[in-house]
Nanobody
Framework: QVQLVESGGGLVQPGGSRRLSCAASGIIFKIYTMGWYRQAPGKQREWVASISSGGSTNYADSVKGRFTISRDNAKSTVYLQMNSLKPEDTAVYYC???????????????WGQGTQVTVSS
């Protein structure tokens, strides 16, 4: 069993910053791409950012220049540093990891349980 556990959510004022973390645990052979998604009330889940195992990053236009994704492969952890937060960033943030559990096993997409980020004064 693989678990992804997010942390770091909470209430933050507009213009403020927040850092999310997501740690993967369990039987893991290799983690490939890791990413962050978010879902606002009444909206579909949307992709926010992703990072490859080699460190290449991509961002949604809505967060480019404000959010930074990073990872610590030794800790099987991905981070999302969020700066200059806006009320429209309010959402449940989910981490995602594509990984294998053993040599030759198929790639699995795993999700965390989500962490709420609320941007409000």
């Amino acid at each position: 069993q693989v678990q992804l556990v997010e942390s770091g959510g909470g209430l933050v004022q507009p213009g403020g910053s927040r850092r999310l973390s997501c740690a993967a645990s369990g039987i893991i052979f290799k983690i490939y791409t890791m990413g962050w998604y978010r879902q606002a009330p009444g909206k579909q889940r949307e992709w926010v950012a992703s990072i490859s195992s080699g460190g290449s990053t991509n961002y949604a236009d809505s967060v480019k220049g404000r959010f930074t994704i990073s990872r610590d492969n030794a800790k099987s952890t991905v981070y999302l540093q969020m700066n200059s937060l806006k009320p429209e960033d309010t959402a449940v943030y989910y981490c995602n990891a594509h990984l294998t559990t053993q040599i030759g096993a198929p790639l699995h997409s795993n999700w965390g349980q989500g962490t709420q980020v609320t941007v409000s004064s």
